[in-house]
């Protein structure tokens, strides 16, 4: 083998799945074999061509937006240089020997970068998962909205099985792993448009250095909107990992579907009823609209997020509150409500391990919580975020996992 070239182009080309390269302008520079077989197209037709020359919009469907989304996802690769993971898309993709006729598609995508020696992105790589016929055989576009939630979470959970085999095969590496799967499951930090935010994650004393705790912040589509979430598996190590990362995946997904969070809990419910290892976990997920200033707001079982007002009143949101995701066998609606919001105000959501104490009542770990956000109401997310673990969480360490996000509004 070590005297063996390897031609890396014909690897490429013969990778399966659907993959091409782009350039930071958006032009293919290369595509493999699935990919021209699954558009029906020559190479010399499509690489070298921007992506809108090749794939335009369908000018008589003005809701199909799939190709300008991939546009921002590439767009933001290029800018961050950052793996983008899109919910499931609708394309209406010209036929090419049929100029004006187009095929109604449904694909999942993945954009990740090639970076150059500099560290700069030189190459988008476009992964697709084609999943149409998934989508006809559920019923067709009269259910598209309900099909496209359950072939995102099709996805998704394959995705995260095959991840979930690696773990277990792994088991001799077992903390690199882990350090490794809370760096991709767990994001750090970021600017959320005009608006900041952060994330902070202390696992328990003694365990691995993941857990089940987890945290979202997800664009969502349509308007200046955003997804903020958490949620909590029972247990410890990588196979409350596991599943930690199979359920925030599928939020992520039916967040950017769902007509609202309660929607949102409702499919994920539904889809940790097959999920083992996912029984009593809790979640909480808020659609923030900074357009309206409105926060609308969904609990299954989970502690209610705060909302830090200008003036240092602390208001919990727990006017929608449910069982945990698993809790019934039949389930069921789940409820939603929505508060507004002034500038300057501060959303925080966290898992139970920054409030609750052995011996102690709930409302005691709230009412401190409560306290500590009044009092340092004006300090900078960052700093906030700092304050709280230090003034809430034991200094030897907590007994329980916490993650905790703080998005200032």
């Known amino acids: 083998m070590n005297d063996m070239a390897i031609d890396y182009t014909a690897v490429f080309r013969g990778l399966p799945g659907m993959v091409a390269l782009l350039t930071p302008e958006l032009v293919y520079a290369d595509v493999n074999e699935d990919f021209l077989r699954a558009t029906g197209r020559r190479r010399e037709q499509v690489v070298g061509r921007h992506i809108f020359d090749v794939f335009p919009e369908n000018p008589d469907n003005p809701a199909s937006q799939g190709m300008r989304n991939v546009e921002s996802s590439m767009l933001r690769v290029v800018a961050t240089g950052e793996r983008d993971t899109m919910a499931l898309q609708r394309y209406d993709v010209e036929y090419p020997d049929r100029p004006g006729q187009w095929e109604e598609r449904y694909w999942s995508p993945v954009n990740a970068p090639v970076l150059g020696p500099d560290g700069k992105v030189v190459l988008v790589m476009h992964r697709v998962e084609e999943v149409t016929e998934l989508i006809r055989a559920r019923g067709g576009p009269q259910n598209s909205r309900a099909r496209i939630l359950e072939a995102e979470l099709y996805t998704r959970a ?12 792994a088991h001799a590496r077992e903390r690199e792993v882990a350090l490794a799967l809370q760096e991709a499951m767990l994001p750090a930090h970021r600017q959320v448009g005009d608006h900041r935010a952060a994330v902070r994650y202390r696992p328990a004393v003694g365990a691995l250095n993941v857990c089940g705790d987890w945290y979202d912040v997800v664009d969502l589509v349509g308007g200046h909107r955003l997804g903020v979430s958490v949620g909590d598996v029972v247990g410890h190590g990588l196979a409350a990992a596991g599943v930690m990362g199979q359920l925030r995946s599928a939020l992520t997904a039916t967040s950017r579907v769902a007509e ?100 102690e009542d709930i409302d005691t770990g709230l009412s401190r919580l409560a306290d500590t956000l009044g009092r340092h109401r004006e300090a900078d997310p960052e700093n906030l975020a700092d304050t709280v673990l230090l003034e809430l969480l034991p200094p030897g360490g907590a007994t329980d996992d916490t993650a905790l996000i703080i998005v200032r509004l």
């Not at 394959?158 to 095969?169: A, G, I, S, V």
């Not at 290892?277 to 209610?304: C, K, L, N, Q």
Request: net charge negative.
């Open 260 to 359: 609202g969070p309660a929607q949102a809990l409702d499919v994920l419910g539904r889809y940790a009823h097959v999920v083992d290892g996912a029984e009593s976990a809790t979640a909480v997920t808020t659609f923030v609209d900074f357009d309206r200033r409105t926060i609308t707001y969904s609990s299954a079982g989970h502690p209610p997020p705060a909302l830090v007002h200008p003036d240092g009143r602390v208001e919990f949101l727990d006017k929608a509150t449910d069982p945990p995701l698993d809790a019934r066998p039949d389930p069921a609606p789940r409820p939603q409500a929505t508060i507004t919001f002034t500038e300057g105000a501060t959303l925080v959501l966290y898992t139970d391990g920054l409030i609750e104490r052995r011996h």
């Open 158 to 169: 394959r995705e995260l099985q095959e991840l979930n085999e690696r773990l277990r095969q």
